[in-house]
């Protein structure tokens, strides 16, 4: 019990890298889920791009808002950008902060996914058969325009009788396939540039601002899950009193049914000084509405 307290403790100090490791998580889950995923186009003029651009966004679409799920900053980035301002005010820079770092770890599950794709190819194959040019290739000539549009359709599906012996179709296939890569391997050289560059130009920024907004951010995180472990438990110890009380006062029925009564003082010793002069359920959400609407300065002093 002792192991699985410190190992929640752990992540619970360490949510930044607790989510560093999910979003890694999330995009091996994703190259893991595409290669066993079989991949069947329609091959149907009307069906085929719909297939595949579904295929290539509509599962980022999905791992895009998982990360958002799984990531517990964004539901407190969203609490402190609704909260009344009360007696502590706002940063905005703050909120940005939170905001730019729950979509780039959010985003990482999502461009493996289409980059994948991009470098299998298939899916763009799909899509845009139907689209080439017929005048390109030499196999489609002498062919009318609705044929030719079943036939480029189903270029991806090789075994078809219709296009298996047609030689066009391994160099509208390669054509595109090629295509594909070369979009994938662009948009990875695009990101890992503008990760080096961001990198490196960084420190050219305000540092202080920046480790201002990082620790601010930590704090919201933080606070937060104080006080939920601090209202937890303030209930454990209301409850606690409720429930001594609610036994002091059948005292006379416990004594006729010759229960033993409880100790006098027993276990309420440690909830005094959460308890002081809080009697009442009232009371309980009294508090509670002072805290979301009026949050205390960052002023100990």
Known sequence: MDRFRM??????????????????LLALASVKMYTSFDFSCPCLPQYNMAYGLGIMFVPPIILFLCGLILNRQSLVMLEEWRRPPGHRKKDL???RYMCSSIMQRAMVAPVV???????????????FSGSMDPE??????????????QLLAKVPCKDDELIRNNTSRKAVSRYLHCWSQALGWSILLILIIAAFIARWLRPCFNQAALLQARHWSNYIDIEQK????????????????CILHFFESMQQEIQLHSFSSPREGEGAEGGEDLLQGI???DQVNKLLKTWYYEKPPLDVS
Request: charged share 15%; with cysteine; hydrophobic share 45%.
């Open 226 to 241: 104080i006080f939920e472990e601090t209202c937890c438990e303030h209930s454990r110890l209301f409850a606690h009193k």
């Open 93 to 95: 820079a703050v909120i």
């Open 279 to 281: 009697t009442d359920q």
């Open 113 to 127: 996914w289409i980059i994948v794709t991009l470098l299998d190819g298939k899916c763009l194959i799909c899509a």
């Open 136 to 149: 390109k290739f030499v196999g489609f000539a002498n062919v009318s325009t609705v044929q030719v549009q």
């Open 7 to 24: 190992m929640f403790q752990y992540f619970q100090s360490n949510s930044e890298s607790v989510m560093n490791g999910i979003c890694g």
